[in-house]
């Protein structure tokens, strides 16, 4: 079984031969090295390179572990250089070698050298690619399935296709079991003993019983605003346990340097800044994010928010919490200043989109409802509300899109119908 990931295959090709090094990274088990040693080896095969000009080397194999070692690495990469022809240096989780940096960067001045690696995020987050590499690394930012790669090899209708997506995730091994019970153990088992045990690690955490409690009122308030003193808060009268909002800020940015949560600001449109805090978190993978709650919480309303979000961020967009000042009276026939809330404002360049995620839109009064956040919005950009109701697409005469959820994760150009 075969899963196209046509997306970071095309970055990949429009990145050849820049002079950069090409850093794949994210989410461990997200497909990094299907991607590199098969979909983009077979594409430059396909494209007439010379087998002998791709030198492949997975350092995660024992049978490669003396070229964990840089010195012996530079020897093995240096001698494969064989003509002045073009050779392709694929190199699977680079982080295994000690000053691996220096090591890729001596072969940057070879005209006839281009290079690609993939990283974990154990040991080689997003700001190490800037540093490591001073300013000649590209960073490819991959991500579980989206739900169109996902479907693509899914069995059955596109509404239990959704439904599993939500429950499950998107992590390509979820394919290789196929019992409810199989994926639920995986997952579990994936996010006890891979991504906290890399967090452990990493930041030599010994005392974890608060990083535990922390993802657990994370994963149940997911797309909930919240920030560092109020869970502060949260520890303190739920679980009667005292613990610094410094230290939670600090957790939640190794969760984030993981890969596991991603955090979206809140933006004042009418004023054009932004705001401190509250935030929002969501999860990288939802499967992941169940299996921490065992499975007992899937409220679809905020799964499939979080579903949005993350195809979004698949999308290259930059994403915010939008939140909309304006005035109404109250029931004592006075003045009051209320914020409403648009979900995701979504900015790639020139690009603005305003979407609000809605599960569903039963009667006129829930319409109306997630419509006024939306009409107060006093620009130009497209408005849109997704919903999971199975509806055609639609435009008032507001100029606001509604459109179901299928039609919005299955077309990559759908916010633009």
Do not use: W
């Not at 791709?54 to 001698?79: H, T």
């Not at 699977?92 to 070698?97: N, S, T």
């Not at 705001?275 to 299996?291: M, S």
């Not at 995620?357 to 319409?367: F, Q």
Request: charged share 30%.
């Amino acid at each position: 079984m075969e899963i196209k990931r046509d997306r970071y295959l095309s970055e990949l090709e429009a990145m050849r031969h820049t002079g950069f090094v090409k850093i794949i990274t994210g989410i461990r088990r997200c497909g990094k090295s299907y991607v590199l040693f098969n979909l983009f080896y077979n594409n430059l095969l396909n494209i007439g390179v010379d087998v002998s000009h791709i030198i492949k080397v997975d350092l995660d194999s024992f049978q490669n572990r003396k070229l964990r070692n840089p010195d012996e690495l530079y020897q093995y990469l240096d001698k494969s250089i064989m003509d002045n022809g073009m050779h392709y240096f694929l190199l699977d989780e680079i982080q295994l070698v000690d000053d691996f940096a220096d090591v890729l960067n001596s072969f940057l001045r070879r005209s006839n050298v281009d290079i690609y690696v993939t990283g974990s995020n154990a040991r080689l987050l997003s700001k190490d690619v800037i540093t490591e590499f001073r300013g000649r690394g590209h960073e490819i930012r991959m991500y579980p399935l989206s739900f169109k790669e996902y479907m693509s090899v899914y069995e059955g209708t596109v509404q239990k296709g959704l439904d599993e997506y939500m429950t499950f995730g998107g992590l390509p091994q979820i394919f290789d079991y196929t019992t409810e019970a199989q994926k639920s153990q995986f997952l579990k088992s994936l996010f006890t003993e891979t991504y906290l045990r890399d967090i452990k690690d990493r930041y030599n955490i010994r005392k974890d019983d608060d990083l535990e409690e922390l993802l657990d009122i994370i994963s149940s308030n997911v797309s909930c605003l919240t920030n560092p003193n109020k869970l502060a808060d949260t520890f303190k009268s739920v679980k009667k346990a005292e613990i610094s909002s410094a230290t939670i800020k600090k957790y939640l940015d190794y969760l984030q340097d993981a890969f596991l949560i991603e955090k979206a600001t809140r933006y004042d449109i009418k004023g054009k800044r932004y705001i401190d805090t509250p935030f929002k978190y969501y999860f990288c993978d939802l499967g992941l994010r169940n299996a921490r709650l065992n499975f007992r919480q899937t409220e679809k309303t905020h799964l499939m928010e979080n579903a949005i979000y993350n195809e979004l961020l698949m999308r290259g967009f930059n994403v915010d919490v939008g939140v909309v000042p304006t005035r109404t009276i109250n029931p004592e026939g006075k003045q009051q200043r209320v914020q409403l809330e648009i979900d995701f404002v979504c900015n790639l360049g020139s690009k603005r989109y305003y979407v609000q995620s809605a599960y569903s839109l039963p009667t006129r009064e829930k319409v109306e409802q997630e419509e006024a956040s939306l009409m107060k919005v006093d620009d130009f950009f497209k408005r849109i509300i997704v919903t999971g109701d199975d509806i055609m697409v639609h435009r008032n005469e507001a100029g606001i899109t509604t459109m179901s959820v299928y039609d919005f994760l299955l077309n990559e150009n759908s916010l633009d119908i």
